[in-house]
């Protein structure tokens, strides 16, 4: 009897951590899809934050991706507009140099879109930042411009 009421609390959580996170997205990802227009939809990349007390590089999520030599991407940055998330992302290439950012250090301006043209072939680092600290969740998508195929008529 103790097991089974463990593992009933236990599905609870994990249940409602889950559906949380997919609700969350649903609505955030719908908006996301619209500022790739003209580029092909290739990748989704879903981000969960936890409130951080502290902000520091424990903050950043990141992730890896093959980008190719002469094509042209656009990578998304979206969150729930009902926190205060304000997510961004950087790309870095292999040898850590930063690529470009979502975040305009300047102007202190967050974009949700950026256009990466690929000059090498290789693993590609994308890390995800709240400069908030805020709990929350985000969405990027990435997506290739093809010459062509991707023009409206």
């Known amino acids: 009897m103790k097991t089974l009421k463990y593992f009933l609390l236990l599905s609870v959580i994990v249940f409602t951590y889950c ?60 969150w729930d507009k009902t926190i205060d998330l304000m997510m961004s992302v950087k790309l870095f290439d292999k040898d850590g140099h930063m690529m470009a950012s979502s975040f305009d250090e300047n102007t202190q ?15 590609y680092y994308l890390s995800y930042y709240s400069k908030k600290g805020v709990s929350g969740c985000g969405v990027s998508l990435i ?3 093809i010459e062509g195929y991707n023009s409206k008529k």
């Open 109 to 123: 301006q967050y974009h949700h879109v950026f256009i990466f043209e690929c000059n090498n072939t290789g693993v």
């Open 19 to 78: 559906n949380a996170f997919a609700q969350c997205n649903e609505g955030v990802i719908q908006g996301c899809l619209n500022k790739l227009r003209d580029f092909t939809f290739l990748k989704e990349i879903k981000v969960e934050f936890t409130e951080k007390k502290e902000l520091t590089s424990a903050n950043e999520e990141t992730y890896t991706y093959v980008f190719s030599k002469g094509n042209k991407y656009k990578i998304t940055s979206c």
């Open 143 to 145: 997506g290739l411009h």
